[in-house]
């Protein structure tokens, strides 16, 4: 059971991996040709404001981060000091939940 | 596991899992200022003002540079996974390093 378990997380941490590779990518790109200059507060609202589809974009990309980091967390708090169990499992179910709550908030802060 | 610090294979996976430590940690930071835009133009002006600073701006391209050795580090996981074992994989992670370090000056040379 626990096996099974353990290779669920495997698999959905390869999974979010592989979709992150292609958000990561977009995201560089975009940091890399947006930085250019210096941004501002109102260059950067007017690129995202009514853009549902950005909207859409880094909202996924967001709950991707945030299950991907909160399994990558777990595997090194297992491995690194010794925390296991159904403390450890709850611990990476709230840091999941609060980076998905504040990813989307944050999306919807510069979408809406 | 000390006799395996002179091995480019164990530094590969050392900088691919505190690289994702920090970049997961850094995550709700990044969330809680792009949400300042919910506070209106002003506040997410603040906050680039400050970004502006040149110990940001290289602090910024230290995280840029992480992103991608994390990328192409875990783009070598993949492949090591899901594909049979080639020599050339070896060399993948020179190409995260030499990505990464890349990835950051540009960022750096384009931010100033």
Known sequence: ?112 | MKANHDKKEYWASFVQRWSGVVLALFLPAHFIVLSQSLLGEQALNGFLHWADMPVVKIAEAGLVGLLTVHLLGGLRILLIEFLSWGEWQSWMIIVAAGGAFSSGCLFLMRAF
Request: proline share 0%; glycine share 12%.
């Open chain 1, 1 to 112: 059971m626990k096996n099974s378990f353990a290779i669920k997380l495997w698999l959905v941490q390869r999974l979010s991996g592989m979709l992150l590779g292609l958000f990561v990518i977009i995201h560089l790109m975009t940091m890399i040709i947006a930085i250019q200059g210096g941004v501002t507060a109102g260059e950067i609202l007017e690129r995202t404001s009514g853009n549902f589809l950005l909207g859409a974009f880094y909202s996924v990309f967001a709950i991707a981060a945030a299950v991907h980091g909160s399994i990558g967390l777990r595997t090194v708090a297992q491995e690194v000091i010794g925390w296991r169990g159904r403390s450890m499992n709850l611990a990476a179910v709230c840091f999941c939940a609060l980076l998905c709550a504040m990813g989307l908030f944050a999306v919807s802060g510069l979408v809406l």
